[in-house]
């Protein structure tokens, strides 16, 4: 009675899932045992599965974020519904409730025999060449048996293959889809398993392709016809004129854009697949594209937000300084203060109950340089989200360190460079060499050159975090290898090893995310000559980063000095009087 229902809704029923929804709204159906309802009903949902590179098909119960259903999984299946779907089969005679049936038996190991099998991959050759059944479950139905064949080396593999074949032909002259079309080419473009393919047979194949390369223009269709000429290929020029093609359609399509996002877009794409595959003149020249857009053509919106910071407030944040004794006594509240980033586990908080449901984490997201150019797509999104906090935070304490410096010279006027170089070597052990440029980055701070002052920051710090690994003697310099000479490592190794060494995590976050990438990258971007001038308040972040080495007053390879790595400013807090409206962080 269940199969002659079905049969009844699924005579005009293109797949599956058409005769389940047939069945929500007929009576006859509704009648029946709502514990037979279930059994159908869970039939039914059970689908073909093409997400497989290879072009392999399996029958899955439909579920996950593609689906509202979760239809229980069918090696899950009870002897009763063994003992159902067998009982159909010997009542039906519709092909594709036939090929579901008998491929569900096969898939929850009910049936293990070459005969079921053989059964089975004849059940799905027939819906497929069946022309009432849907374009694309024909298709999957060919890859499925095709597949079936393959894994279980059966001789039908060479038949199925071979109808598979017109049923592409015939497809591309009906102008189907050509999601149809790319379901049988890239099961066709594998090797068969059971029989060595002649060159006529690979002749064949490529023929297809060619003629849904003609037939079908879109980059979609462009990336399974590349894929496929690769993966029937047998030399690397055939592999490299496959990718050649299919860069050159993406490079077209780049080039017949007005808008410069789009632009960039394609010309990336492009360069992707190209640096993928090893076509290096393929890359270069979508390289040159994309250094070709130009800037204002991208379409850039900048979004400002402003934050309005009370007088008062300001005014409270540097009342620190006014029972300072003198200079001396000032710049060691300045060097004493907290990470510019903030707290890292705060930060971690704020980002994350901050971006909770952001539609931002669903869609893809590509961050490009000041240079115009994308550095990278699609990162961890929790990740961005913190950098773009602890940025936040970097600007904000920034804003207040430029005021600090500011009211010191105001409170105590500006000591000579000798005089600040001297006190920071005596009183913290800081090396001559880089007291003295401290000094010089604060006078010329003082005197509104900021740029200047920043540009020696910025390798202070990197030379102070050498000198502290060097004092630690941790092996860090890399010995010569091939034509590549000795040297030491670049800033990104000596965040990470002082983060290894256990340097507090709020530091070694404001080191990253001021001088590195991803963050502002100001060290990189200076570097390279990405940025040339530099706002107080980005010249203040670096002083207090600079400032961090030269008061950390570690002189030893010893326990004690290694400790202090997690509590880096206590040299610097040492003989200051706390007051209660202090924290030290």
């Known amino acids: ?84 779907w067998r009982s159909m089969l010997e009542s039906t005679d519709l092909p594709i409730l036939v090929a579901l049936l008998r491929d569900s038996l096969l898939t929850a190991r009910a049936e293990t025999g070459v005969d079921h099998a053989a059964r089975t991959v004849s059940a799905y050759t027939a819906v497929g060449a069946n022309d009432s059944v849907d374009n694309l479950h024909r298709a999957l139905a060919l890859a499925r048996a095709n597949t079936i064949a393959r894994r279980r080396r059966m001789p ?49 194949v490529r023929a297809v392709l060619d003629q849904a390369a003609m037939a079908y223009r879109d980059l979609s269709a462009a990336d399974w016809i590349a894929e496929c000429r690769r993966s029937l290929a047998t030399t690397d020029s055939e592999r490299l004129e496959a990718t050649r093609e299919q860069v050159d359609k993406y490079l077209a399509t780049a080039e017949s854009e007005d808008v410069g996002f789009r632009r960039m877009h394609w010309a990336a794409a492009a360069a992707d697949i190209a640096t993928r595959y090893g076509d290096t003149d393929s890359r270069d020249r979508a390289v040159r594209l994309m250094q070709s857009v130009p800037p204002e053509s991208m379409g850039w919106q900048a979004h400002e937000t402003t934050v309005t910071l009370p007088t008062s407030a300001l005014r409270s944040h540097v009342r620190r300084y006014k029972l300072a004794a003198d200079w001396r006594h000032a710049l060691r509240i300045f060097l004493a203060s907290r990470s510019p980033a903030g707290s890292y586990d705060q930060n971690v908080e704020t980002s994350r109950s901050s971006s909770a449901g952001s539609i931002r984490a669903l869609v893809s997201r590509v961050t490009f340089g000041s240079h115009g150019l994308p550095e990278r797509s699609d990162g961890d999104f929790d990740d961005e989200e913190l950098v773009r906090t602890e940025q936040f935070a970097i600007g904000t304490h920034g804003i207040l360190l430029d005021l600090e410096l500011i009211e010191i010279e105001r409170r105590f006027g500006r000591p000579g460079a000798p005089e600040i170089s001297s006190w920071l070597s005596v009183t913290f052990g800081c090396d001559p060499d880089h007291a003295t440029q401290f000094a010089r980055a604060l006078d010329l701070h003082g005197d509104g050159k900021s740029s200047d002052s920043a540009r020696i920051s910025i390798p202070l710090v990197e030379a102070g975090a050498r000198r502290l690994l060097l004092v630690l003697n941790e092996p860090i310099y890399r010995l010569e290898r091939g034509a590549s000479p000795g040297r030491f490592p670049a800033m990104d190794f000596y965040v990470d090893k002082l983060e290894e060494l256990d340097l507090d995590k709020d530091w070694v976050r404001a080191l990253r995310t001021t001088l590195l990438d991803p963050g502002m990258n100001l060290r990189n971007m200076a570097a390279h000559g990405f940025k040339f001038d530099f706002a107080p308040s980005e010249a203040a972040v670096l002083l207090r980063l600079a400032g961090l080495f030269c008061a950390m007053p570690i002189e030893r390879e010893a326990e004690s000095d290694r400790a202090m790595l997690n509590h880096p400013t206590a040299g610097a807090r040492r003989r200051l009087r706390r007051r209660l409206s202090w924290t030290w962080r």
């Open 1 to 84: 009675m269940a199969a002659g229902i079905l049969d009844r809704l699924g005579a005009a029923a293109g797949d599956p899932l058409e005769i389940s929804l047939a069945c929500h709204g007929d009576a006859e159906f509704a009648e029946l045992p709502l514990a037979l309802q279930s059994e159908l009903t869970t039939l039914l949902g059970f689908e073909l599965d093409d997400e497989a590179t290879d072009g392999s098909v399996a029958l899955t119960p439909l579920s996950g974020p593609r689906s509202f259903l979760s239809v229980r999984p069918i090696d899950a299946s009870t002897r009763e519904s063994h003992k159902l």
């Open 156 to 204: 039908e593999e060479e038949g199925v293959r071979r109808e598979a074949l017109g049923v592409a032909v015939s497809a591309i002259e009906s102008r189907m889809p050509d999601g149809v079309v790319a379901r049988l080419a890239v099961p066709l473009s594998t090797a068969p398993a059971t029989y060595t393919p002649s060159d006529d047979d690979r002749a064949q």
